[in-house]
Antibody, heavy 124, light 111 residues
Framework: EVQLLESGGGLVQPGGSLRLSCTAS????????MSWVRQAPGKGLEWVSA????????YYADSVKGRFTISRDNSKNTLYLQMNSLRVEDTAVYYC?????????????????WGQGMLVTVSS | QLVLTQSPSASASLGASVKLTCTLS???????IAWHQQQPEKGPRYLMK???????IKGDAIPDRFSGSSSGADRYLTISSLQSEDEADYYC?????????FGGGTKLTVL
């Protein structure tokens, strides 16, 4: 079964940086777009960023544009999220999610697998 | 603007059925959506994709008790023979060329 394992979360001060990783297994990683989704304490899901299978195209929510950078290393089956200029409101559980890859009119589709999530806390 | 609207809460009795609704913004009423379940203290789990014609594609090992349907801008998730483990938050998701969107989620209580 598809596995997505996040790492790199923790406590960071406002204005600081953190890099999250998501290691994938049991599917052909390079064939699928991947996303990061976050969930603030007691709140709903918020999409953060996505990247195409080859890594050449990236997408960002307005709330993180210019501060976060998504990337992937297909030789290592690993997805990354570099988070800079962190704010208190970035505190959340961060999930990586696999795109279904179903061929359609848009490059992004729905998520068919999720990681277990990891907590990022931005606080002084 | 692409928006999904869900009722914040729903409840139904053990063994009964419940129908959750996700409404697309009017300009996007032909879009497909996906349903995800999030049990307490767990990560989300994909349930199914629901197309505008009501057809749906379920995820791995999703019980037959879960089904999807559609009417106009509304996409539905019906859960029959409710069990205690169905008590969870349910989110709908849709997508466009460069964006993913989630509804606010519905908290389902099994009485």
């Amino acid at each position: 079964e598809v596995q997505l394992l996040e790492s790199g979360g923790g406590l960071v001060q406002p204005g600081g940086s953190l890099r999250l990783s998501c290691t994938a297994s049991k599917f052909t990683f390079t064939s699928f777009a991947m996303s990061w989704v976050r969930q603030a304490p007691g709140k709903g899901l918020e999409w953060v960023s996505a990247i195409s299978g080859g890594g050449g195209t990236t997408y960002y929510a307005d709330s993180v544009k210019g501060r976060f950078t998504i990337s992937r290393d297909n030789s290592k089956n690993t997805l990354y999220l570099q988070m800079n200029s962190l704010r208190v409101e970035d505190t959340a559980v961060y999930y990586c999610a696999k795109d279904s890859g179903i061929v359609g009119p848009t490059p992004l589709t729905y998520f068919d697998y999720w990681g277990q999530g990891m907590l990022v806390t931005v606080s002084s | 603007q692409l928006v999904l609207t869900q009722s914040p809460s729903a409840s139904a009795s053990l063994g009964a059925s419940v129908k959750l609704t996700c409404t697309l913004s009017s300009a996007h009423n032909n879009y497909a959506i996906a349903w995800h379940q999030q049990q307490p203290e767990k990560g989300p789990r994909y349930l199914m994709k629901v197309n505008n014609d009501g057809s749906h594609i379920k995820g791995d090992a999703i019980p037959d008790r879960f089904s999807g349907s559609s009417s106009g801008a509304d996409r539905y998730l019906t859960i029959s023979s409710l069990q205690s483990e169905d008590e969870a938050d349910y989110y709908c998701q849709t997508w466009d060329s460069d964006i993913q969107v989630f509804g606010g989620g519905t908290k389902l209580t099994v009485l």
